[in-house]
């Protein structure tokens, strides 16, 4: 073994963290018959010779003698040789799309040429990874490697699809048997043109009978969602979830917290994670392949729903904690029928584990424009009460993530608990938004708590609890909130006040019960930072009305929408909509705005349109704009689509549009993040209300009653 090691000049070449003289020490280590100094090599390699993906020329060099013990019937470990070598082919990466730690010319070409090296090394040898899979001397762990390989490095598609069936049609093992199905699958994404074969093989894995195929179902169908799902059956829930049935009934496969290998690497670090997070589900392929389902699934709603309800009636902790997880992602980023789910997910508060609830309870808070279906089962745990008093670090209880949840919707029977929250000095960074959208009478006995937290800060100190209380202290409409702003207006220029601004936007939110603090205002409108110009407009607008318009508001905002910044001109566009016809004055210099193709787009063209309708309640200018600020970004549909529900029958031109938009699977703001992307849902439900709020003006489905109330 290793016939040539020593005639490579290693020293002379380089990796992560110096010399390459290691790299034959590392190579032998792969080959000891010790699983932990094999760990401890495997780790020298991934972490110096091909760290975080790089590829250097001692990478390179390295690619035969890898070869060479993925080759050596016996050894232990050849599958994580497998995915070395696939790491370091690259899979199709393009340096051009790379970044580059030099901009010198030369050297950037040597660079892309190690890559190209370390590609072609490897693709040309790949024909022994398919003599491996299409014998009988791999062991399972380099079984379950193959597939995947083959269809990444491997030239010929044809024969890869040949090794695969035959494989298939002998292998026994479940774990091998889902590699394979991911590896056809991964095959027709891969190459259109062996999609359908792929496919065909693929929906014969359905008809298999027998529990011992439970997973290579589950694999075939996620498979069939991603290269052929014109070839998905109509039963594709039922399949599903008699697999996860299965799985939880035979408990087969559950694995344990620790393999007892501990070595001082990441590798076996990453291990004991990942198995510490899989240990509390029976058969966690089943769960994480009901994860590659979804995704796979994608825009069918309809039946990802039904599996989300599934899972969450689970018996089995992990398969709901899962369950938790994926609801986060689908019902912030699809519209579907989410009543039912929702409600499961309240279900889950009812649960002993304080894990479960706070993680349920998370989730909720980001749910609270369609959380209705949970409110009863989080104000039962609320009324509980914490299992003891409201610390500094409250929220990450699970008593603190249900409380946050009940008040995130508006619900009244929160206040107790908030109350009790303020009284032991804990501020809450969404409490004024919380108080929004309360019922004003029964969020009224929060405002002793805030008005006593008030008087303890200091402005310069804790600038974020500032903003948090004042905010508050505001959307109660509470006299201290004047009194605190104007205490941080009147601070002496000199001192570092952090919180002017939110001082500003704080009076402009309490308008006229503020007018004590017109003469700090109208000051400041005379000597204002240029960030803080549409701020100061928009608080002597609120707080003055129009006998301070022309004066000063008007001039504010003119050179607010002149400035270098876009920030600063979306700021004052967003308070010339709130001026309606008052600002009309402001529309020839929007329009220079309007006909920049520079400045209108992105969040300034949202602003922009809504800003040209409301100065100037024209439709005929204002639509042309409206629609470009559609297509310039999602985030500014909801502002748009509420333009057009104020428009009336004059918004008809739109229908449409808006038709395809509530036909969509998917929410506006949807960007087909994975992981724990959540999007904001309540935008997304105030969209399409204004949505059928235009089509209901313009008469499309009234009478036919096919006006959706639901995309």
């Not at 190209?116 to 380099?142: K, N, Q, T």
């Not at 409201?390 to 107790?416: F, H, I, M, N």
Request: charged content about 25%.
């Amino acid at each position: 073994m290793f016939t040539g090691i020593d005639d490579v000049d290693w020293a002379s070449m380089g990796h992560a963290y110096g010399d390459a003289s290691d790299v034959p020490d590392l190579l032998r280590g792969l080959a000891s018959s010790d699983p932990a100094e094999r760990e401890i090599a495997l780790d020298g390699m991934q972490g110096a010779v091909h760290h975080q993906g790089d590829v250097y020329d001692s990478t390179v060099a390295c690619v035969p003698f890898l070869f060479e013990l993925v080759g050596t019937a016996g050894l232990a470990g050849r599958g994580e040789l497998v995915d070395l070598l696939c790491s370091i082919e690259g899979d199709g990466r393009d340096p051009e799309e790379m970044d580059v730690w030099s901009d010198d010319e030369e050297e950037y070409a040597l660079w892309a040429e190690t890559l190209a090296r370390a590609e072609s090394e490897v693709r040309s040898r790949s024909g022994l990874l398919l003599d491996l899979l299409d014998g009988d001397g791999a062991d399972e762990g380099l079984r379950c490697a193959l597939p995947g390989a083959l269809v990444q490095v491997h030239d010929e598609p044809e024969t890869v699809l040949g090794v695969l069936c035959r494989r298939l049609s002998v292998e026994r093992d479940p774990g091998v048997l889902r590699a394979l199905a991911t590896a056809l699958g991964e095959l027709g994404v891969r190459r259109a043109e062996f999609a359908e074969r792929s496919g065909e093989t693929l929906a014969g894995l359905l008809t298999r009978d027998g529990r011992a195929d439970a997973g290579l179902r589950l694999s075939a169908l996620v498979q069939l969602a991603r290269c052929a799902p014109g070839r998905l059956p109509e039963w594709v829930v039922e399949i599903a979830t008699g697999v996860m049935r299965e799985a939880r009934e035979d408990g087969q496969e559950r694995e344990a917290a620790d393999t007892g290998l501990r070595t001082p690497t990441m590798i076996s670090y990453l291990r004991r994670l990942k198995a510490s997070q899989r240990v509390a589900a029976k058969a966690p392929w089943a769960t994480e392949l009901l994860g590659d389902l979804h995704r796979a699934l994608d825009d069918r709603v309809t039946e990802r729903f039904a599996l989300l309800e599934d899972q969450l009636r689970s018996p089995d902790w992990g398969q709901r904690r899962e369950a938790i997880d994926m609801s986060g992602l689908l019902l912030t980023g699809w519209r579907g029928p989410h009543e039912e789910s929702v409600r499961l997910l309240g279900e889950q508060l009812r649960e002993g584990d304080h894990r479960i609830v706070r993680w349920a309870a998370s989730e909720l808070g980001h749910l609270y424009a369609i959380g209705g279906p949970a409110a009863g089962a989080l104000a039962e745990r609320v009324a509980a009460g914490p299992d003891f008093l409201p610390q500094a670090r409250w929220a990450e209880t699970s008593y603190g993530a249900v409380l946050g949840a009940l008040a995130a919707q508006g619900d009244a029977r929160a206040v107790p608990g908030l109350a009790a929250v303020l009284r032991f000095g804990q501020v809450p960074e969404d409490l004024g938004d919380w108080i929004d959208r309360m019922d004003q009478d029964a969020a009224a006995a929060l405002a002793p708590m805030v008005d006593e937290r008030l008087w303890e800060i200091d402005p310069e100190d804790r600038p974020y609890r500032v903003e948090h209380l004042l905010k508050a202290a505001a959307a109660l409409g509470s006299p201290g909130a004047t009194v605190t702003a104007l205490r941080i207006l009147r601070a002496p220029a000199d001192r570092p006040v952090p919180v002017r601004g939110v001082a500003i936007r704080t009076l402009a939110r309490l308008g006229p019960t503020a007018r004590e603090a017109l003469p700090e205002l109208r000051s400041l409108a005379r000597d204002c930072a240029p960030h803080l110009r549409a701020d100061t407009a928009a608080a002597l607008w609120s707080v003055g009305g129009e006998a301070e318009g022309a004066v000063l508001v008007l001039p504010l905002l003119t050179a607010a929408l002149r400035a270098e910044h876009w920030s600063q001109r979306h700021d004052a566009l967003r308070v010339i909509a709130g001026m309606g016809t008052a600002a009309a004055s402001l529309l020839p210099e929007m329009r220079i705005l309007a006909g920049s193709p520079e400045e209108n787009g992105g969040w300034v063209a949202g602003a922009l349109a809504v800003a040209v309708w409301e100065a100037g309640r024209c439709a005929e200018e204002a639509l042309p704009l409206l629609l470009h600020a559609w297509s310039a970004h999602p985030d500014n549909r909801p502002a748009v689509a509420g333009v057009w529900a104020r428009m009336g029958p004059a918004a008809a031109p739109v229908v449409p549009l808006l038709r395809e938009e509530l036909a969509a699977a998917r929410r506006h703001n949807n960007s087909g993040g994975r992981g724990r992307m959540r999007y904001r849902c309540a935008d997304d439900e105030q969209l399409l209300r204004h949505a059928r709020t235009v089509l209901g003006a313009c008469g499309e489905g009234l009478r036919s009653g096919t006006l959706p109330d639901r995309a």
